[in-house]
C-alpha cells in the first residue's frame, strides 16, 4: 500500500514570520526574499518521510528544490503545480470569502487522486479543517505562521497517518452521514465530485 501525501508549505510553515531567536534558524536571501529556515525542519522532514510521501505544496513549486530543499538538506520533492492552474468543472465550490485562503483545495484534491492526504499550511479555511476532521483519510494541520512548523506537529503526523476510508453503504446511517460530511467540503471518500470550480 504507498504512503499518505504529506502536502507541504514554505512561507508560514518552514519559514516562519517571527521565530523565537533561540529556534535555530539561519536567514537565506533566496530569489530577492529573505527566508529563514532551520535545519531542524530538515531532520523532521526526513523522519516523516519514513511514513508519508512529501510533495511540495506552495507557490514556490519547482523552485523549492532549487532553493529551500538544499539548505535543509532535503532531497528535491515532487510538487503541486498551482501556477495558471485551470478550474475543473468537478472542482468543490468555495465560498466567496474563501477564494484566497482555499485556492490551493481544488488542485490538492486533483493531484491527490483519492490518495489519503496530510496537508500542512498557515492558511487553511477553518471550515476544510472541521470537515476533514470525520474522515480517516485526511489531516489538515493549520500553523502558526509566526513561529512555523513544531515538533508537536510533527508528533501529531506521526501518531495518525491518514489511511484509506472504509467502504459506506448508501443504505446504512454511517453511510448517509459520511455522505453528508463529504458533501460538505464538495469532495465523495475518494476524490473530488462536481460542485462547480473553483478559482485559483
Known sequence: MPKPLLFLDVDGVLNPVCPHPDAGFDSHTLLGYAVLLSARHGRWLR???????????????EHANTHIAPAIGLDPLPFVRFTGYVPQPDDPRVPLMELFSARKWAPLLRYAG?????????????RLV?????????????????????RRHVDRLLARPPRPQPPTFGGSAA??????????????????????????
Do not use: K
Open 114 to 126: 483519492g490518495r489519503p492526504f496530510a496537508w500542512v499550511d498557515d492558511v487553511i479555511p477553518p
Open 175 to 200: 453511510g448517509r452521514a459520511a455522505a453528508g460530511r463529504s458533501a460538505a467540503d464538495g469532495s465523495a471518500p475518494g476524490g473530488p465530485t462536481v460542485r462547480g470550480s473553483a478559482a485559483n
Open 130 to 150: 472541521r470537515t476533514s476532521l470525520w474522515r480517516r483519510d485526511r489531516l489538515l494541520l493549520p500553523i502558526d505562521p509566526g513561529q512555523g512548523l513544531e
Open 47 to 61: 523522519e516523516l518521510a519514513g511514513a508519508y510521501e512529501l510533495v511540495w505544496a506552495t507557490t514556490w513549486e
